[in-house]
């Protein structure tokens, strides 16, 4: 039983681990995405790097890969939901921090590269609630749209999935196990875009959506 959870669990990372968006800019541009941008390999991005058809393919199978960790998990033990949430859990730590994306940095200290971990963390809440992207996924656009920062859309995966999962706790319609993913996934994330969060906090960091439209549009307008 032990063997057969760490066996699932290994799996679950290792899928997490896939660097999708490294291999879906390489297709559409021959570029490397981690010389882009932020140098992840999530969705934002992959978009950045190759356009708006490679973020969204991107970020599908980021998403799709905590949704198969969560499968399997089904498929082994039905009804354990510690095991679920704990196989979701480690596939969006593979996508965050990739085995196959590990490099020495110049202190010769082994470093893992990945993506953010947003998709991923969308794909493990609907592993666990379906229809969590019903709820989560416009909530998320209009952050993006509106807020305009690609780390806090990030960031608001996680905690929408945390709110949701603790209003269905609280009603009796969920486990409580799922709140646990929802605190473990936001912690992961906001741990993984600390640099972004000095940037938000130094008035520094990317916009995007119709705040990074208006900027331009301001920039863009003649002196009086």
Partial sequence: MVLKIFLLLVASYLVGSIPV???????????DVRKVGSGRVGGTNAMRAAGLLAGILTAAMDAGKAILAGYLSGLLFPGNTWVKVAAVVVAVLGQVYSVFLVERNAENKLVFHGGAGGATTLGGAIALFPASWVIILPLVVLVFIIIGYASVTTISIALFSLILFLIRAINGQGPWQFVAYGGIALIIVLYALRPNLKRL????????GLRAYFQKKKENQPSK
């Fill in 201 to 208: 906090r130094e008035g520094t960091e990317r916009v995007v």
């Fill in 21 to 31: 968006g490294l291999f879906v800019v390489r297709l559409f541009t021959g570029k």
